[in-house]
């Protein structure tokens, strides 16, 4: 089945411990993204790839970090979590013309 | 800058017809797509349109005017389960051929 698969789906953490969002895609996607959603803000853009070793920060990358060292995997870290991070996470495939595929997301916390 | 209006929210009877009205102003166009959201899941892929014109596909029908920057999604025999959000994204025709997203339609579906 093509899917994105991204984990964990919920995660409680606390200030400053460094934590990774893992996402995985079997559609042979050249294009990969991470979105954050919160309440009245919508859909926002964190990181994206366009292939592999090919990284650049989308409009909020502020505290994230990404790396692209195989075609499949995109994953997100956040070295030193803080609260304003507490949010709703998207990862997202794509081949060049077609809409995105969105994996389960992950609901984070940080206290 | 880049820009693309929804309405915030709306409500229609089940077995209704519903219509989701999106405008949009950005600096390049590469096609507009639909996604449907339920709460607290990820988006999943509704339509796509890239040439002016009714795109239908069962019950949802999309569609598109380029010259006037508008779209719509129509959502006929309505039924509990769309009760949802709907998002509203242009493809930019950059290289990174971005997606920019509206902040979504939540629809509710009444009895």
């Known amino acids: 089945e093509a899917q994105v698969t991204q984990n964990p789906r919920y995660l409680i953490t606390v200030t400053g411990k460094k934590l990774t969002v893992t996402c995985s895609q079997n559609?042979?996607?050249?294009?990969m993204s991470w979105y954050r959603q919160d309440p009245g803000l919508g859909l926002r853009q964190i990181y994206y790839?366009?292939?592999?070793?090919?990284?650049d920060k989308g409009d909020v990358p502020e505290g994230y970090k990404v790396s692209r060292k195989e075609k499949r995997n995109f994953p997100l870290i956040l070295e030193s979590p803080s609260p304003n991070q507490t949010s709703l996470y998207f990862c997202?495939?794509?081949?060049?013309?077609?809409?995105?595929?969105f994996g389960s997301g992950t609901r984070l916390t940080v206290v | 800058g880049q820009n693309i209006d929804q309405p915030t929210e709306m409500t229609a009877t089940e077995g209704a017809i519903v219509q989701i009205n999106c405008t949009y102003q950005?600096?390049?166009?590469?096609?507009l797509f639909w996604y449907q959201q339920h709460a607290g899941e990820a988006p999943t892929f509704l339509s796509y349109?890239?040439l002016d014109g009714l795109e239908e596909k069962g019950r949802f029908s999309s569609f598109l005017s380029r010259s006037k920057g508008y779209s719509y999604l129509l959502l006929k025999e309505l039924q509990m389960k769309d009760s949802a959000s709907y998002l509203c994204?242009?493809?930019?025709?950059?290289?990174?051929?971005?997606?920019?997203w509206g902040l979504g339609t939540s629809l509710a579906v009444n009895p």
């Open positions: 997202a495939s794509r081949s060049a013309n077609y809409g995105y595929t």
């Open positions: 559609m042979n996607h050249e294009y």
């Open positions: 790839s366009m292939n592999v070793e090919v990284t």
């Open positions: 950005t600096s390049g166009f590469n096609g």
């Open positions: 349109n890239v």
């Open positions: 994204a242009v493809r930019d025709a950059g290289n990174n051929r971005k997606l920019i």
